[in-house]
DNA sequence: TGGCGCCGCACAAACGATTACGTCAATCGT
DNA sequence: ACGATTGACGTAATCGTTTGTGCGGCGCCA
């Protein structure tokens, strides 16, 4: 029934008998002030007829007069990741709560698909960007931002660029005291991608807090290996290649978690009595396994709004700063046996 | 050092000394062909002066006139969900490679938000859709459809609509195929949500080829109850809630096998000795746990990319057909106990 | 040598929306 | 009673590309 030609605002202004300035002002003020610039009467017509003929604006054509698109991209390292695509989920709430849209799309944490996909997104020229897959020791994110590129950070934080995150010292932190309080001395940690803040603050957290109580966490305990199922059964088989095995494993994400377990199964240890096992994130899975898996709960959803709203407030013009959400410790069977 | 307006074709061909006519048609057949419409002098003048402007067209100037966008929608019933956002990537992939881009959204399997989100999608002339969320039972495709809005399934199928989708009742018969040489013959089927064709189609499929081999899979063993862990495990619980059990189950999704697997862990019950645990998809995870699950494999990736190139296909005017892959069964641990 | 068909371009009109300026009443304050 | 303000619009330029049409000049064939 629509129309093959979508209508226009030309066309609503013809109907109406008033100019396309006129129709553009009272569509445009709508929801601020409908009678800003027309009679109620001219309001009601036009958006009578904008409602009958089911028109929508043309967001090129706008774009094009305003240079603004209200688009965001938004770079991931991997979508099938289910921490980053729930912060994604929240990003696009957020953003489609707002009219405005986003690109993702992964960069496989591959520096140069991180470049060419930020070049096509910016080729269709966002307003700005998210990227939820920083590099501690890459300087891309600087380059950028020297080009005044507007941006935010979340899930992983570098240098001191804006960056909405969970505070994974905190939680790195809050593993410690727990196993602590357990009675676990000798811990491994699964410390995933060496160059992703949380992988490294979360070991940092519980590496401190360990300290502070007069324990040290040696080197050789601690793996950096990736954050998968895949990368967490490695790092285990690598710390129980051969004993003293630890009496406490600390993956830095729940499938490495799930990954190590299977480790652990085939090595005849059972969990929790000769190891405790703690994961991060409290993704579902974590309650739904065999043996139910202790894990920090962080805010993924929360920190993709965050995310989108701090970018918005960026590009209003407004001061932003960066934002650490508060992570929880969630015990389950893992550590203390049912 | 980029400027902060960016370069257009008029400063390329101001610089050129030639017409903004000229620039677009040699910039637009570059690679068709670059000699068709100036000499070879002054394509390779524009070329460098679009070099080293670092000159990018202005896509929204360019679909205004045009008024094709290069932009393609995708709908998927969660992102959170490893399949759907795998097939994301393969549509993403594909997508890229192509210079177009693609917005995803979630609609959660709500007809209200398939409705509203695939309407934001066409305000923002989308060219085409892919859905991932297709429904049996509702007539919305249908009513898009008449409005002539192409677009192309994935996932799941519904109706005589076009749809790259993996052959679930060939899956379904492998499952059967396997359990029956296995000598398992009460056979439970998870089979989640009642309105997706994948799950219908994967319960179809085992349940034809048992009857086939005279074996009748009474209703009561078929629970219609979602994808997820959650899922998976409310629906064992209802099956395992009194004897006699089943000696095998199909979980149609390998989440909601792994939700299963703490149910019949919880009973006593050992796998594969008394029960047969069969999941969907091979997701990595099937792999990495303690005991690894026997699934079919599905070609996600490869159904991303085949639904875009094929919504492509369709958007240049040429005919279609609908797809389907051919799944795999992978027997592991959950089965035949090694 | 007249005519035809390239080649290599340029002109100018769109595409649909936004917005800086006008304009022309009617109203208001003093 | 008269300049100033306000209300309600309209004019026209502009954003950056694409594309149908036009136009000299040159080579070529009959």
Redesign the pocket.
Known sequence: MTAR???????I?ERV?????????V??DRETEP?R???????AAIMAAAREGG????P???S????RSDLVGVLVPRLQDFVLATIYEGIDEAAAERGISTFVTNSLDRPELQRTRTQSMLDRRVDGLIFGDAHLDDPFLDEIAAQDVPFVLTSRRAGDHVAVTCDDLAGGRLVAEHLLSLGRRDVAILAGLPFASTGRERTQGLVDAFRAAGVEVPERRIVRNGFDATAGREAAERIFAEPPYPDAVFATNDFAAIGAMGVLRDKGLRIPDDVALVGYNDTPLAESITISLTTIRSPMHTMGRRALETLLDMLAGRTVASERLTPELVVRGSTVGR
């Open positions: 030609r979508p209508m226009t605002q030309r066309m202004a008998g008033v100019s396309i300035t006129t129709v553009s002002r569509l445009n009678g610039w027309a009679s109620s009467e001219t309001v028109y929508r604006r043309n090129h054509a706008a094009l007069r305003t240079s």
